[in-house]
Nanobody
Framework: QVQLVESGGGVVQAGGSLRLSCAASGLIFSRHAMGWFRQGPGKEREFVATINWSSQITYYADSVKGRFAISRDNGKNTGYLQMNSLKPEDTAVYYC?????????????????????WGQGTQVTVSS
């Protein structure tokens, strides 16, 4: 059974930083693309960032480009989202997700239906 467990959320002031982690089990994590999505209050779930299995290719939503960085440590079966210069509009539940295809050169980008495994989410609140 595949499990993705997010951690690292919390409350931070605008301009601050947080680092989210996504611990994976039940799959050979190093073979799969992964991504981060978020869902703010009253909003639909939206794409944040994605990274392919080898860390060679990443994509970001325009709203986070230059502020967030996605990475992974395949030896630890863990993905990360470093979030800097946080804004109140970044407040949301953040989810990590993984694609079930192995060794795909290009990650699924913002195609939410291409992510087959999901974590339960971690709350990030940015105060002004």
């Amino acid at each position: 059974q595949v499990q993705l467990v997010e951690s690292g959320g919390g409350v931070v002031q605008a301009g601050g930083s947080l680092r989210l982690s996504c611990a994976a089990s039940g799959l050979i994590f190093s073979r799969h693309a992964m991504g981060w999505f978020r869902q703010g209050p009253g909003k639909e779930r939206e794409f944040v960032a994605t990274i392919n299995w080898s860390s060679q290719i990443t994509y970001y939503a325009d709203s986070v480009k230059g502020r967030f960085a996605i990475s992974r440590d395949n030896g630890k079966n863990t993905g990360y989202l470093q979030m800097n210069s946080l804004k109140p509009e970044d407040t949301a539940v953040y989810y990590c997700a993984a694609n079930r295809n192995e060794f795909a050169h290009f990650p699924p980008q913002d195609h939410i239906d291409s992510y087959h495994y999901w974590g339960q989410g971690t709350q990030v609140t940015v105060s002004s």
